[in-house]
């Protein structure tokens, strides 16, 4: 279980958006060398970058697998928002807003050294079947030691493509 959440996180904090002026839009398939499980990686950055603690701007990363090597897990999806401030904490308050309709605030598990979020499995699969059916997400997260929440944009248009490739590669999102 663990080696599935990194392997999620590492897709997301390795990714070369970090360093790019453009946004990333990712979709690989592979698989686990030790379980021939197949993976879907797929990652879509915020259309805008936004103001690390140090000042510079990098791009929010949403990062999708599916194909946990573990097959005794529930978990067989993972999603991570990489943000580029640490948030502090073991859960976080995130605000989601779906093409201008109203706001809503979850509570999501804040992933180590803090540079991301996910959200618990009871709210996964709604979040997942949300950015199915929606065009744009406007995504609040709360720095560390900062008093103004940060927000940045995703245009879900482009996901959708990658969604449903990955679900003719055996992804079952809800």
Known sequence: MKRFFLSAFSLIAFSPAVFADEPLLYYGKT????????????????IKQSY???????YVSMGIICGNPDPTSPDQVALVIKTPTVIGGETSRVGLRFDGGTPRYESWYVIKRGTGVQPFSDVRSNFISDLKKHKKLVFQWQAYN??????????????HPLLKRGEADGCDFP
């Open 146 to 159: 900062n008093g103004q929440p940060s927000t940045t944009v995703f245009d879900l248009t482009k996901l």
């Open 31 to 46: 698989s686990d060398p030790m379980t021939d499980v197949p993976q879907v990686n797929i990652a879509l950055d915020s």
């Open 52 to 58: 690390t603690s140090i000042g510079t701007k990098e």
